[in-house]
């Protein structure tokens, strides 16, 4: 499968999970917004077997300027799904971004922490989200 996002630009994935049963994919990333071209976090969520899009949430930052992206990505048991990765606050500063859906993509948490989004964020398959800052 092929993601093409809404924007005009690159897509990348930086995480990928599949669930116990195997039934689903998730992968976390980077998409270009349609409407300020900026770099929004991507979560998209795909049915294994033929491959069909369940459902696609994006994230877009504060700054107008932004680059926001997802690192990790693991879904647990229920088939909620965990995010870390990092959104713009300023041209020079990141935030750690963390966020949390159920499985069928309601929003169940989102969380902006004021810090260094680096690429050592995670998530983990514990329904935990874990986020480690390196100084």
Do not use: Y
């Not at 979560?43 to 459902?55: F, G, N, Y």
């Not at 004021?114 to 935990?128: F, V």
């Amino acid at each position: 499968m092929t993601f093409n996002g809404d924007g005009s630009g690159e897509d990348e994935g930086f995480g990928i999970c599949i669930d116990d049963t195997a039934q689903f994919i998730c992968i976390a990333g980077v998409s270009k917004n349609p409407g300020t071209d900026n770099d929004d976090i991507f979560v998209l969520k795909i049915r294994e077997s033929d491959q069909t899009s369940i459902w696609k949430r994006t994230v877009d930052g504060t700054n107008t300027v932004a680059l926001d992206v997802a690192h990790a990505i693991a879904m647990g048991s229920d088939g909620a799904v965990v995010v870390a990765g990092a959104v713009d606050r300023e041209l020079t500063n990141k935030d750690i971004w963390a966020g949390k859906n159920d499985s069928s993509g309601g929003t169940i948490l989102t969380q902006t922490i004021e810090g260094d989004g680096g690429l050592s964020d995670t998530a983990n398959q514990e329904k935990n989200i874990w986020v480690r800052k390196l100084s």
